[in-house]
């Protein structure tokens, strides 16, 4: 399976911007749908945005309007760009690969990061 890097989270003010990436290896980045995730404790990990290879995107309705899931394909990373941040945002977000088309279930994605916290706080 592919291996995942989640990179860029930190402590970022209610309306503020922050982009998370994903670096990929192991199999071939561009074969795969890419997701993200986030848990907030004591909370199921839930679905936060995918991308499909031939670049369609999915977003969960929380998130839609604010956060922008985008691939590079050259380095064969995922980002995940978050504006008007809400203190509600706040969890580990994990990136996810699947061989699934329409992936967006947990279930659909076999490979994960190890998460990169994200915090929203005045």
């Known amino acids: 399976q592919v291996q995942l890097v989640e990179s860029g989270g930190g402590l970022v003010q209610p309306g503020g911007s922050l982009r998370v990436s994903c670096a990929v290896s192991g199999r071939t980045f561009s074969g795969y749908t890419m997701g993200w995730f986030r848990q907030a404790p004591g909370k199921e990990r839930e679905f936060v945005a995918a991308i499909r290879w031939s670049g369609s995107t999915n977003y969960a309705n929380s998130v839609k309007g604010r956060f922008t899931i985008s691939r590079d394909n050259a380095k064969n990373t995922v980002y995940l760009q978050m504006n008007s941040l809400k203190p509600e945002d706040t969890a580990v977000y994990y990136c996810?690969?699947?061989?699934?088309?329409?992936?967006?279930?947990?279930?659909?994605?076999?490979?994960w990061g190890q998460g990169t916290q994200v915090t929203v706080s005045s």
């Open positions: 996810a690969a699947s061989n699934v088309l329409n992936a967006r279930a947990t279930f659909d994605f076999g490979s």
